[in-house]
């Protein structure tokens, strides 16, 4: 008999969309001992907050979050409202002791980060950012790679995440859709909202990062404001490029931008190591680039392994070899392995904690652009 636990989701745009998929998916395929009723949504906007709660079968709605905090019968609260929101409400929700879902990234910077660290800790409640790249197959199937040992030594890590939505100087910064463009609601630009996926990624991957040198652009530096009319300065980074090294000794280079025309969301990464070497794009999320040095000379050369079958990552819970699943299927992973580990008592990756990693690694990236220098980075 699954337990239910009630879940009360913040925020009704695209994440709350992937979240809701995933807490009506996730008992249809994977056997847990939970399982999530979808209780409250709560959004700014009365009848959009009713419209998202008859779509998706919430059983009720609100305007007000901390209604949801307040609730006895919220057993998760799901955190998927801007950035500048993150730190008040999953501190209230802490505080409240309830287990807790928050969007990446996880605060504006690591100085508010470590605070929501600290409070979640104390309450001793399950948390759980939000970087579901980690938790796409042909993802978790790299990293089983490299913890086998298979690549070797491992000299350098290079990801990039590229988009174009943001070139034309008539998108306005503010508001309900163009928030990530203004800094006050999302800290940063494209350090935080994608590089931070990047690095997530490759600190789980690869290890800690040591030292970053970066630089930043923002390419349109007035925009008009969604929420006051005016046109005001743009605070947020368009484009971050930086390189780094990694405590293992490896050589890191990451590319972001929202200006590359024709890309929408080209996530990759390629890693090289002493024997093979792994590449993945998110474009082509099913499939994992591997090259192995080890092979005959005469066959050698890079395969396209099709991350389908059952004996790899999550693939078991899905459909038959050679059938398979997107992008909406990561954040139904993520709620599996929560609900699974919440169950065992067991903390999920990537914990608040492991998140404030990923954040000092973007505010040093921010601080080098700024300084023109080399930053370390210490994680105490
Ligand atoms: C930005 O366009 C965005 O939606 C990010 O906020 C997401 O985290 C990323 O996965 C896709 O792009």
């Known amino acids: ?65 901390r209604k949801v905090i307040e609730d006895d019968e919220i057993d998760l609260v799901d955190i998927c409202v801007p950035n500048n929101v993150h730190a008040e409400i999953a501190m209230a929700a802490a505080k409240a002791g309830k287990a807790i879902l928050c969007e990446k990234p996880l605060a504006l910077n690591g100085k508010q980060a470590r605070e929501m660290v600290e409070v979640v800790e104390k309450a001793g409640v399950p948390n759980l950012v939000s970087f579901n790249y980690r938790r796409v197959p042909a993802v978790t199937l790299a990293k089983q790679l490299i913890d086998e040992g298979r690549l070797g030594r491992i000299f350098h890590y290079r990801a990039n995440f590229l988009q174009d939505w943001t070139i034309s100087a008539q998108v306005p910064q503010g508001g309900m859709a163009t928030w990530r463009l203004d800094v006050k609601a999302a800290g940063s630009g494209v350090t935080g909202d994608l590089l931070a996926h990047c690095i997530d990624t490759a600190m789980w991957h690869n290890g800690h990062i040591k030292s970053v040198c970066a630089m930043t652009e923002t390419f349109v530096k007035e925009r008009m404001h969604a929420e006051t009319g005016k046109v005001e300065k743009v605070g947020i980074d368009d484009a971050c490029m930086f390189m780094c090294r990694f405590e293992n000794g490896s050589l890191g280079n990451f590319e972001s931008t929202r200006y ?15 024997h093979a070497s792994i590449a993945w794009d998110l474009h082509d999320l099913h499939r994992l680039s591997y090259f192995d040095h080890r092979d005959d000379s005469i066959v050698r050369g890079w395969r396209s392994i099709h991350v389908t079958d059952a004996d790899m990552p999550y693939m078991d819970k899905w459909w038959v070899p050679g059938l398979q699943i997107g992008y909406e299927h990561s954040f139904v992973h993520q709620i599996a392995d929560f609900l699974e580990n919440l169950a065992k008592g067991k903390p999920t990756s990537p914990t608040f904690s492991e998140a404030l990693e990923t954040q000092l690694v ?3 990236v921010l601080s080098s652009a700024k300084k023109g220098a080399w930053e370390e980075i210490s994680y105490r």
């Open 1 to 65: 008999m699954r337990k239910k636990i009630n879940v009360g989701l913040i925020g009704y745009g695209f994440m709350g969309r992937t979240h809701s998929n995933a807490y009506c998916k996730v008992n249809h395929f994977f056997d847990l001992p939970y399982e999530p009723v979808l209780h409250v949504v709560c959004g700014l906007e009365e009848d959009k907050a009713k419209a998202f709660a008859d779509q998706w079968g919430y059983r009720s709605y609100t305007t007000d979050w």
């Open 362 to 364: 973007c505010d040093a």
């Open 260 to 274: 590359a025309r024709g890309h929408k969301a080209l996530y990759t990464f390629e890693i090289n190591g002493e």
